[in-house]
């Protein structure tokens, strides 16, 4: 009986550490953190512009 409570806690545990662990990765996308995108989008378009304009 006492090994299926330590069971039943750990995967408690888990859940909510799953749960916190998800919500701060989707807080951390939707956050200001789309600027370093939109710097490598321009470095790639620039990189794309020079490869077309040197062959």
Known sequence: MKSLAWV???FCAAAVG???WDAARVRSLTSASSEPV???AHRLEEA???HHTVV
């Open 8 to 10: 039943i806690g750990g």
């Open 18 to 20: 799953f749960l916190v």
């Open 38 to 40: 939109d710097l490598l």
């Open 48 to 50: 794309w512009a020079d």
